[in-house]
């Protein structure tokens, strides 16, 4: 199997392509890892460390410059900065919120408008986050309102 490696200027955008005949015991470990290290990001609880999925993910957060990963009933903390996971997510159901959190929109159960163009959206858990004047378009733009 032929390898090849580009270095590519910051601007555009980091690609992944491989080109296989079929699916071997070479190359599905291969791809089984790559996949999971794009869909996971590494937390950490009680001094315990734990790979969470993105799906599983309601929202992420940072507070007082630590970073939150929250899940249903759960919280982690990480050590990703906001662009960080911002990057990591793109081009998923996560959109920015407000200036310090990130949202999954397949985790909103409903969305009610709040005051000075803010939306309050309540999670699949029951949670409650609001989303900024700011950011309300890519929430609208997320639901299709």
């Known amino acids: 199997m032929k390898v090849t490696i580009e270095l590519i200027d910051k601007s ?33 609880k009680d001094d315990e460390i734990y790979k969470v999925k993105l799906k599983d993910i309601y929202y992420f957060e940072v507070l007082q410059r630590k970073a939150f990963v929250y899940v249903k009933s759960d919280v982690y903390e990480t050590r990703l900065k906001l662009y960080e996971f911002e990057e990591k997510t793109r081009g998923t159901s996560f959109f920015r919120a407000s200036k310090s959190m990130i949202v999954n929109a397949d985790k909103i159960d409903h969305v009610k408008p709040s005051l000075s163009g803010r939306f309050e959206v309540t999670l699949l858990n029951g ?10 378009s890519l929430l609208k733009k997320v639901m299709e309102i």
Request: charged share 25%; glycine share 2%; hydrophobic share 40%.
């Open 12 to 44: 555009n955008e980091e690609e992944i392509v491989l080109r296989v005949h079929e699916l071997s015991d070479i190359n599905a470990p291969l791809l089984e890892h790559l996949g999971n290290s794009v869909n996971e990001i590494i937390t950490q």
């Open 127 to 136: 949670e409650k986050v609001i989303v900024s004047r700011q950011y309300a």
